[in-house]
């Protein structure tokens, strides 16, 4: 009988107390791994841990904020010191925030890239020489399929998810002579914390998922599909088979996609009650 990829196996997860992270650990903690899991809410992070049966069943929590390097080097530090190596790092945290350019804020800016981009930075800063020095390991970095096709009312977070699919991809090729693998996930919309609370700017509080033509893709469902492509080592793993007709089609044509945007600013519009010239 074949080994699970991920039985018995070191697991560090960042953005782990929901969303995608916690699914990953749930997922994970079936396969045997041991899992490392860290994220900025202490308290929700302990009662993910909680949940799958703490450190009786191999499952440890780090605080960590990924603005902050030195929260960095002292989370890796005290992994390397407690178990010697990590198998698999998912460097997943992220945030969102929509709307269009001219309601979004250089604040909004500025949060997004100091925790989508600089924290995916910082984070293989930390483990990646570890990870070399041990000589083995696979980094899988979250982007999304806005990392990979330029989305309407998502400027700020399209670019910096597109900073992290190409940061990615140029790591991968350094990686290989390093003994080490390098994905970027892109998931289309799934059915997380986020997607349900990022906030939409210029448009009236309501939910606007339900206004979507399909609801959102169940988050086991994505882990699964996730873990497959790691499994497989992946350099570019694109989740739900929209995201996937998307990507094809910007590549096919750019200008259909820009048309499929235009009509997405255009219906912005129109929710807030602005008129279109």
């Known amino acids: 009988m074949t080994r699970d990829a991920f039985d018995g196996k070191v697991v560090f997860i960042t953005g782990a107390a929901s969303g995608i992270g916690r699914a ?20 929700m992070l302990e009662r993910a841990a909680w949940a799958l049966g703490g450190e ?22 005290e992994i390397y010191q407690r178990f010697d190596h990590v198998d698999y790092f998912f460097n997943n945290a992220g945030i969102a925030v929509a709307g269009l350019v001219r309601d979004t804020t250089l604040e909004d800016w500025e949060r997004l890239f100091a925790v989508n981009v600089l924290g995916v930075v910082r984070g293989v800063d930390a483990f990646y020489p570890r990870m070399r020095d ?9 982007a999304s399929i806005a990392g990979l096709v330029p989305t309407s009312l998502m400027a700020a977070y399209s670019a910096s998810k597109h900073a992290v699919v ?60 996730m873990l497959r492509g790691v499994e497989r080592k992946r350099g570019i793993i694109v989740i739900t088979r929209d ?31 602005t008129k279109t010239p």
């Open 166 to 225: 190409a940061f990615s991809e140029t790591l991968r090729a350094e990686a290989k002579s390093d003994g080490l693998d390098v994905s970027v996930v892109c998931p289309g919309i799934i059915d997380t914390p986020m997607a349900h609370t990022t906030e939409l700017r210029g448009a009236p509080d309501e939910p606007v998922l339900s206004k979507l033509p399909k609801p959102p893709f169940p988050v086991e469902e994505a882990v699964q599909q």
């Open 24 to 43: 990953l650990a749930g997922a994970l903690s079936k396969r045997g791994a041991v899992l490392l899991l860290a994220d900025i809410e202490a308290d």
């Open 134 to 142: 041990q000589g083995h390991g696979h980094i899988v970095n979250t």
């Open 56 to 77: 009786a069943n191999d499952v440890h929590t780090f605080h960590l904020d990924v603005r902050k390097s030195s929260n960095w080097e002292h989370v890796a530090a």
């Open 243 to 273: 995201a996937n007709l998307l990507w094809r089609l910007y590549r096919t044509s750019p200008e259909a996609m820009l048309r499929m945007n235009v009509k997405t600013v255009r219906w912005l519009r129109r929710l807030a009650g």
